[in-house]
């Protein structure tokens, strides 16, 4: 059994006087123990909307609905009460967020900011807290960790803030972590480095990691199975390896053709996608891909098209594959 | 943090001074000069040199300063023209009473204010929310004489669950030590004083409480909107900390800033505009006072109250100050 299983996740907006936005739309994938599985989207296909979703942190409003199932042992994470979800927020499942400035207090020290999971899921406090602060921060590798406890976020460099929120994430040796987007406000070099750690820390304690990126290179460098998500719905998943060998689905090609390679040609041009997502929200009739797809045929506006999955377990959503072996849909 | 308090009281220094040159020159250029503020519109032109030459009007501007600030130094607020007492002795007795009545509504508009308006914010478009964002609105616009009226009426006059006027029952015979009658009670463990002059002050203090009330709801709630929208509550509630923490830790301590000075202006304006809520309440403060002392061109006790409110309005500010650098560490002096 897998440690995750989320099933057909559904998230829908509505407001009054507005369209309703299907930002999540039947969405399932897998997460083994251990194991780091990438969700990659642009910009607006549904990837925070998806881990917020699977934290119980959506606005909790009329107007937001979700439907499916995320089965995380036997807990439903998506049926469960609020009261329950507070005790495995942050010590089964943690979270880590894009913009480490604005995910971090302003006004409380870093050390409070980190013993105050350890004092509500592992009820340390005062010196033995302290203790315990100093060996996380020294982990996520800031220097001088007692001197870091008593500074505010603004006294901190971009990455040490980033390493800050990695060690509260990882405080309580979580079995599932959820790292949305967690390279992407900071510098290249700082970037690989956040990277580095996390992958150190997935193999070290066994928790498993959900990769939230819209950057291809950093699923190539760090994931076992990567889920392509398109409007709110995933449209290829495989694991790593055939996934960049043989992308089924033209957007994920076109993901891949879009991202600099040292090996092109000299004057070979970049592959772009047209247009961007946004465009083409809600999801209409046929394949949502459809309208900045190059290998679009007349199939392509009928119905949406159905999840096929190669003997591989190599999955896509596509009547016009991109193909180099052909495959019989299962 | 002491050295930060110091150089803020330092800094207070130019601003008083500059206060007293205002107050100064507002003195000699009384229409008619301070001897018709005296004399009203009569008196012969001997009598106008005599008190001219009296109170020293006729030396250099710049000796007439020096012994004005001299005065200042030394707390001397000259006599009052209409009782003929030491300025300062008037003050020390009706003052109290104002700043009990204020801190009295001060106290309950924050602690009503910031938790109405917290709920509000956190059940935004609920019922709470409407009744208290409507409630302040009213809050708002009743006058607060209006209001006065309406609280002695009802709740004095009809249901006699308050005294309608004073700030004691005299009958109880407390001992006077400060004037500020609850401490009083207090200090001389009178403790059926200390509860009466209380007593005393809750109704006058809600009259006075209404405005700051509304307004710190309509500021607590929109603060608390905006911080409920910030990354660092999200990350919070992922950490699954307890409700009871992310109000305090993560909200509150977020949302004070603008609440504070918020309060700072309010404290300060509220001085003065207890003096219509004392005179529903007959309430011995320093408002009665005051009317009198405008209407009579009392020059020496109206200066000694603006120099007060002055000094009050500073502190207050300082007070501010000083908890936004409690709150805030980015604005903490090094
Ligand atoms: N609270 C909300 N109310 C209404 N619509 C929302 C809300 N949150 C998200 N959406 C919509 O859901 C869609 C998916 O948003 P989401 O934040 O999941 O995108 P994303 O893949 O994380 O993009 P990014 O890479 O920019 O972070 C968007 O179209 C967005 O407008
Ligand atoms: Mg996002």
């Known amino acids: ?330 | 943090m002491i050295r930060f308090i110091v150089r803020r009281l330092l800094q207070l220094i130019p601003t008083l001074f500059g206060l007293s040159i205002l107050l100064f020159i507002w003195l000699r250029r009384l229409p008619g000069g301070p001897e018709t503020a005296i004399l009203g519109e009569r008196g012969t032109a001997e009598m106008r040199a005599q008190i001219r030459a009296n109170l020293g009007l006729d030396e250099p501007i710049l000796v007439q300063y020096g012994r004005f600030m001299q005065r200042m130094l030394k707390l001397d607020l000259g006599t009052s023209i209409s009782t003929k007492r030491e300025v300062t002795t008037e003050f020390l007795e009706r003052f109290p009473g104002t700043v009990e009545l204020t801190v009295t509504a001060m106290i309950i508009a924050i602690g009503v204010g910031i938790p109405l308006g917290y709920l509000a914010a956190r059940k935004r478009g609920s019922l709470l929310d409407s009744l208290s964002v409507g409630g302040s609105l009213i809050g708002i616009c009743v006058p607060v004489f209006f209001l006065a009226y309406v609280l002695k009426a009802v709740f004095s006059e009809n249901l006699h669950l308050f005294p309608s006027s004073g700030r004691q029952d005299p009958t109880i015979g407390a001992t006077r030590i400060t004037n500020f009658f609850v401490l009083d009670g207090l200090m001389t463990r009178e403790w059926d004083a200390a509860l009466d002059a209380l007593w005393h002050l809750i109704l006058p203090g809600i009259a006075l409480a209404s405005i700051p009330l509304a307004i710190i709801v309509r500021i607590t709630r929109a603060s608390v909107l905006e911080v409920l929208s910030e990354d660092y509550v999200r990350t919070a509630q992922s950490k699954g900390l307890t409700e009871r923490t992310i109000r305090s830790r993560h909200i509150l301590r977020n949302a004070m800033l603008p609440i504070v000075t918020v309060i700072g202006l309010l404290t300060g304006g509220l001085l003065s505009g207890a003096v219509l809520t004392e005179t529903v309440f007959a309430f011995s403060g320093i408002g009665a006072f005051l009317y009198e002392a405008i209407s009579n061109r009392d020059y020496p006790v109206l200066m000694g109250f603006i120099m007060i409110i002055a000094i009050f309005y500073v502190l207050v500010n300082l007070l501010v100050d000083f908890s936004y650098s409690l709150i805030d560490p980015r604005v903490r002096v090094r």
């Open chain 1, 1 to 330: 059994m897998p440690l995750l299983d989320v099933k057909d996740l559904s998230v829908t907006f509505s407001r009054r006087g507005q369209r309703t936005v299907r930002a999540v739309d039947g969405v399932s994938f897998a997460v083994e123990a251990g194991e780091v599985v990438g969700l990659v989207g642009e910009s607006g296909c549904g990837k925070s909307v998806t881990s917020l979703a699977l934290m119980g942190l959506l606005p909790k409003q009329k107007g937001v609905t979700i439907g499916g199932s995320a089965m995380f042992g036997d807990t439903d994470l998506l049926q469960t009460d609020e009261r329950s979800m507070r005790d495995i927020r942050g010590r089964d499942v943690a979270m880590i967020f894009q913009d480490p400035l604005s995910s971090l207090n302003p006004v409380v020290p870093i050390g409070i900011q980190v013993t105050e999971v350890l004092t509500r899921h592992r009820g340390l406090t005062g010196e033995a807290a302290r203790k315990e602060a100093v060996e996380l921060l020294n982990r996520v590798g800031i220097p001088d960790p007692s001197r870091r406890l008593k500074e505010y976020p603004h006294q901190l460099s971009g990455g040490m803030r980033q390493r800050a929120l990695i060690a509260m994430a990882v405080a309580c040796a979580p079995k599932l972590l959820i790292a949305d987007e967690p390279t992407t406000a900071l510098d290249v070099t700082i970037q690989a480095q956040i990277l580095e750690l996390l992958r150190e820390l997935v193999r070290e304690s066994g928790t498993a990691l959900i990769m939230i990126t819209h950057d291809l290179g950093v699923v190539a460098g760090m994931c076992d199975k990567v889920n392509v998500l398109y409007a709110g719905r995933v449209i290829e998943s495989a694991r790593r390896k055939p996934l960049f060998a043989d992308p089924r689905h033209p957007y994920t090609n076109g993901l891949l053709g879009s991202v600099p390679r040292l090996d092109s040609g000299k004057g070979e041009r970049l592959h772009a996608i047209r247009g961007s997502v946004r465009d083409v929200l809600p999801w209409p009739d046929g394949c949502a891909f459809a309208p900045r797809c190059d290998q679009r045929v007349e199939a392509c506006v009928g119905e949406p098209p159905a999840l096929v999955e190669d003997i591989h377990r190599h999955a896509y959503r596509c009547v016009n594959p991109e193909s180099r072996t052909a495959e019989v849909p299962s």
